[in-house]
């Protein structure tokens, strides 16, 4: 098992940033994966970044690239998500998430809060 538990979130202007961190605790060994999602109002929720724990490889959303910054500290089980420019449509509850293979999306957590206001 692997608890996630995430923070960092809050309300900034648009144009801003935010560092959203978390924290995985447990099993972490067993991670291939973790990245980063988000669901704002309405919606359904939605991809935004993929880190591979072991390689270090990076994805991201076309909506965030260049904007958005995944990364990890291993020594510290720590997962960061480093966003810049921030625009209003950014707007949402963010979650990070855990895969033991490249396929699925083991364990998540349970979300920190994102508002960026015009």
């Known amino acids: 098992q692997v608890q996630l538990v995430e923070s960092g979130g809050g309300s900034v202007q648009a144009g801003g940033s935010l560092r959203l961190s978390c924290g995985a605790s447990?099993?972490?060994?067993?991670?291939?994966?973790m990245g980063w999602f988000r669901q704002a109002p309405g919606k359904e929720r939605e991809w935004v970044a993929t880190i591979y724990t072991r390689r270090g490889f990076t994805f991201y959303d076309d909506l965030v690239k260049g904007r958005f910054t995944i990364s990890q500290d291993n020594a510290k089980n720590t997962l960061y998500l480093q966003m810049d420019s921030l625009k209003p449509e950014d707007t949402a509850m963010y979650y990070c998430?855990?895969?033991?293979?490249?396929?699925?999306?083991?364990?998540w957590g349970q979300g920190t809060q994102v508002t960026v206001s015009s």
């Open positions: 447990g099993a972490t060994y067993s991670i291939h994966r």
């Open positions: 998430a855990a895969g033991l293979d490249a396929d699925t999306w083991n364990y």
